[in-house]
């Protein structure tokens, strides 16, 4: 088993910064990825960016692509969400998640990550316009 725990979120400004981070425990030895979902109210949640927990490539939504970076700290055990540029279509609970299965493209790797059952509680991010 693998337990995430996140923080960071808050309340942030249109163009401001937050970086948000989750943690690693249990069974950590095991994962393959590590990545952040988003939940804006009323809407289903989204992929934001995924990391190769071993070697480090990155994959992200186009919403993402150019302002959050994804990062990751294996001694920690520790990923990251540097998101810059914020809008107000931003604001969600963003949630971490993890999977402990090999897959061969970034498409089946979010779905892993969506299957694989290891969730953070979530965190708030609000942006204000």
């Known amino acids: 088993q693998v337990q995430l725990v996140e923080s960071g979120g808050g309340l942030v400004q249109a163009g401001g910064s937050l970086r948000l981070s989750c943690a690693a425990s249990?069974?950590?030895?095991?994962?393959?990825?590590m990545g952040w979902f988003r939940q804006a109210p009323g809407k289903e949640r989204e992929f934001v960016a995924v990391?190769?927990?071993?070697?480090?490539?990155?994959y992200y939504a186009d919403s993402a692509m150019g302002r959050f970076t994804i990062s990751r700290d294996n001694a920690k055990n520790t990923v990251y969400l540097t998101m810059n540029s914020l809008k107000p279509e931003d604001t969600a609970v963003y949630y971490c998640?993890?999977?402990?299965?090999?897959?061969?493209?970034?498409?089946?790797?979010?779905?892993?990550?969506?299957?694989?059952?290891?969730w953070g509680q979530g965190t708030q991010v609000t942006v204000s316009s």
């Open positions: 990391v190769d927990w071993q070697f480090g490539p990155m």
């Open positions: 249990g069974r950590t030895s095991g994962i393959n990825f």
């Open positions: 998640a993890a999977s402990t299965t090999p897959r061969s493209n970034w498409s089946l790797v979010v779905t892993a990550l969506r299957e694989s059952g290891y």
